[in-house]
């Protein structure tokens, strides 16, 4: 078992090194617009998961998965090299949806204030139907 900050750094090093060679590495033009957005190992350093994402379309999406699951083995060739720890994690990859879901939730919000403003407009000059406090009060009943 490593220590959890040896493995941080390590994690941080495999997002390094693919972040800057995941195209020199693959050499396929239908790779895409990659990011490697964060990169998570095992404790026992035997497992790495790359989270990524690519700019385009669900079928750029598809192509890029499929090419690094087709290059996994010279990706962590490269990770190996450039790591020069005893052991190489294993790789897996895994779609980021963060930006995606972060988009959505913008989207969500902004129609949300939309429909506030369009309320609070519709009810700029309304009027209490009986008066601002329509609840009795202790006073009112010796009345």
Do not use: C
């Not at 790359?50 to 060739?77: H, K």
């Not at 294993?90 to 930006?99: K, N, Q």
């Amino acid at each position: 078992m490593a220590d959890p900050a040896r493995a941080r750094k390590i994690a941080d090093r495999i997002r390094d090194l693919l972040a800057e060679n995941v195209a020199a590495v693959v050499k396929d033009p239908d790779l895409g617009m990659i990011t490697i957005t964060d990169t998570r190992v095992t404790p026992d350093l035997q497992q790495a998961t790359v989270f990524w994402t690519v700019l385009g379309d669900e079928r750029q999406r598809e192509l890029t998965a499929e090419l690094l699951e087709r290059n996994r083995g010279r990706l962590r060739s490269l990770v190996g090299k450039g790591l020069g720890i005893r052991l190489t994690p294993s790789l897996e990859f895994v779609h980021d949806a963060l930006p995606e879901d972060a988009a959505h939730l913008e989207d969500v919000l902004r129609r949300a204030k939309e429909e506030d403003e369009r309320r609070a407009s519709e009810n700029a000059g309304a009027q209490y139907a009986g008066g601002e406090d329509p609840y009795k009060k202790p006073a009112d009943d010796a009345e």
